[in-house]
């Protein structure tokens, strides 16, 4: 994170002592040499793993932030694709990158579209959302899609109790807590709200079917369960 192009720490800190959307303002312009920004190997996972459940031609980007779910849209979408975000300093930057896509500002609970694209997803960015806005944002994307639409997103597998990724999760987490607890605005982003179980219950429950597509190229762990799931709700 503290490379040459990377944020500083004070400039980090100021951000996160923000609100989230004046944070990613903040952080737009060096958003892409951060480790927040979603991988290569998870776009191109996530790129595998949903070709076969196309074709598709309309996809939309949810929190798109710089873009990066906007190159997995363009490669497997043959008509228009979008991102919205509510960011206006990643839009920005994303609007840069991607001159083609349609780039709306808007907060992911109140998304303005008709039940237009086909597909949707989500990259990276659900850990800024708390469970009881899960049903809600679940209910915006569901009437953004058409009939038959679908949402999908990377789901990885949680670290094993007690493993060195267990407890640096649940230590930042902690960290969050306290920071929201003493300080306004709150930044809302924690790593441990979304539990598998409770996110396929909230999905059927805005009305998805869901199946589970394990994204095999990026592993198994040692018990043979894979490292990440695709999860794929369709609208009924
Ligand atoms: C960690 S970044 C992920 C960006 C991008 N999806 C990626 O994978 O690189 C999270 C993004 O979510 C956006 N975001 C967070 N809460 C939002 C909300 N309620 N409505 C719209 N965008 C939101 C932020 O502005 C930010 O751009």
Redesign the pocket.
């Known amino acids: 994170m503290f490379t040459p192009d990377g944020p500083s720490f004070r400039e980090l800190t100021v951000q996160a002592m923000s609100s989230?959307?004046h944070g990613?303002d903040l952080l737009?312009p060096k958003?892409d040499a951060t480790p927040?920004?979603?991988s290569t190997r998870l776009l191109t996972a996530t790129t595998q793993a949903l070709r076969p459940l196309g074709p598709f031609t309309t996809g939309l980007?949810?929190?798109?932030?710089?873009?990066?779910?906007l190159e997995v849209l363009e490669s497997l979408c043959t008509e228009r694709v979008a991102g919205?975000?509510?960011?206006t300093g990643?839009l920005s930057a994303a609007r840069e990158a991607h001159p083609e896509a349609t780039l709306i500002r808007?907060?992911?609970?109140s998304l303005p579209f008709a039940p237009s694209f086909d597909l949707a997803i989500?990259?990276?960015?659900f850990?800024?959302?708390l469970p009881e806005d899960r049903p809600r944002?679940f209910t915006q994307i569901h009437a953004s899609l058409r009939p038959g639409g679908l949402l999908a997103f990377p789901q990885p597998a949680p670290p094993r109790v007690g493993s060195r990724a267990y407890w640096t999760l649940w230590a930042f987490d902690a960290v969050m807590r306290v920071r929201n607890a003493l300080w306004r605005p709150s930044f809302?982003m924690y790593y441990r709200t979304w539990p598998l179980a409770d996110v396929l219950h909230d999905l059927q429950d805005a009305g998805f079917e869901v199946t589970l597509h394990p994204m095999e190229s990026l592993g198994r762990r040692e018990d043979g369960s894979p490292a990440c799931r695709l999860v794929a709700a369709r609208r009924t």
């Open positions: 989230v959307e990613y737009a958003f927040f920004r979603t980007d949810v929190c798109c932030g710089t873009g990066a779910g919205v975000d509510f960011s990643m808007a907060d992911a609970l989500s990259l990276g960015a850990g800024h959302f944002i809302v």
